[in-house]
């Protein structure tokens, strides 16, 4: 089994920044993708920035330029520096990654329990 446990959210003023972290624990072989989606009230789970294969990073057009994904691979962490939030940038933020259990192979998605975020204007 495999868990990912976020921590880092909060309420901040507009243009304040924060900083979310994720770890992955468990029975994990190796991990794949890994970064952070969102779901902000009535909108469906979106992806904010994400690690793929070989090591290449994914934005939101919405944040780039804002936010910043740093990775340790070792640790199996992975945060997501917020600068300059927007009151937009309010949603509940999942930590997702790709998990290998097992040598060779067998991906399975996993997803955090989502930490809120808000921004006030």
């Known amino acids: 089994q495999v868990q990912l446990v976020e921590s880092g959210g909060g309420l901040v003023q507009a243009g304040e920044s924060l900083r979310l972290s994720c770890a992955a624990s468990?029975?994990?072989?190796?991990?794949?993708?890994m970064g952070w989606y969102r779901r902000g009230l009535g909108i469906q789970r979106e992806l904010v920035a994400v690690?793929?294969?070989?090591?290449?990073?994914n934005y939101a057009d919405s944040v780039k330029g804002r936010f910043t994904i740093s990775r340790d691979s070792a640790k199996n962490t992975v945060d997501l520096q917020m600068n300059s939030l927007k009151p937009e940038d309010t949603a509940v933020y999942y930590c997702?990654?790709?998990?290998?259990?097992?040598?060779?192979?067998?991906?399975?998605?996993?997803w955090g329990q989502g930490t809120q975020v808000t921004v006030s204007s």
């Open positions: 997702y990654a790709v998990v290998s259990t097992v040598l060779g192979g067998n991906w399975t998605p996993y």
């Open positions: 468990g029975s994990i072989v190796s991990i794949n993708h």
């Open positions: 690690f793929v294969s070989g090591g290449d990073t």
